[in-house]
């Protein structure tokens, strides 16, 4: 046999795919992601019962008075105070949303479609500031609004982003010169 021929004869051709080892690979690849998110879920809802001690969320008054601004954006969640990775999830705070803030005499009014609404009554606003980041989301230096209030026994940083983001300094001068307003009133009793 000449070299060329012989080379030929030993050829074979490519093996056939075991279509079984790879359905049984795919198979348990998306049973791996399932339960990977299943324990996530879990986790949510595990952090949720861990902050069942806080009191459920207040709610608009009928007449919450004069309208001082309005905003358009969207609600990032809420963390402890000082805390920006320590997520709130317990009633609704950890869910991101859209958002409209009305701010007035007696408050904040967050409205969040497809979300739980929640009212800060203005003797328990602390501060606002603009910051950079709120659990799971950083912005640029200055692109995020966080709203410090307490509710209950624990003071609560809640992040919004205005579809407008020049708005975030009138809303930080708003609210800090309401709460010196209240503490001054308050000084006075």
Do not use: C
């Amino acid at each position: 046999m000449t070299p060329l021929i012989s080379i030929a004869a030993e050829q074979k051709s490519a093996e056939v795919t075991d279509w079984a080892a790879r359905i049984g690979w795919v198979v348990g690849l998306l049973l791996f992601v399932a339960l990977v998110y299943w324990l996530m879920r879990e986790g949510w809802k595990w952090r949720g019962t861990l902050q069942g001690d806080l009191p459920e969320l207040p709610t608009a008054p009928e007449s919450p008075g004069e309208v001082t601004l309005t905003m358009s954006g969207r609600y990032h969640g809420s963390t402890t105070a000082g805390q920006w990775l320590d997520r709130i999830v317990a009633h609704g705070l950890g869910t991101r949303s859209r958002a409209e803030l009305t701010l007035t005499d007696a408050g904040l009014d967050v409205v969040r479609p497809g979300a739980t609404d929640f009212f800060v009554p203005a003797e328990q606003l602390r501060e606002a500031r603009l910051d950079k980041g709120i659990a799971g989301k950083v912005l640029t230096e200055g692109g995020l609004l966080v709203v410090t209030w307490e509710h209950g026994d624990r003071l609560i940083d809640s992040g919004f982003r205005s579809d407008r983001a020049a708005e975030h300094n009138e809303w930080v001068e708003a609210l800090n010169s309401m709460n010196k307003t209240i503490t001054t009133e308050g000084a006075e009793r």
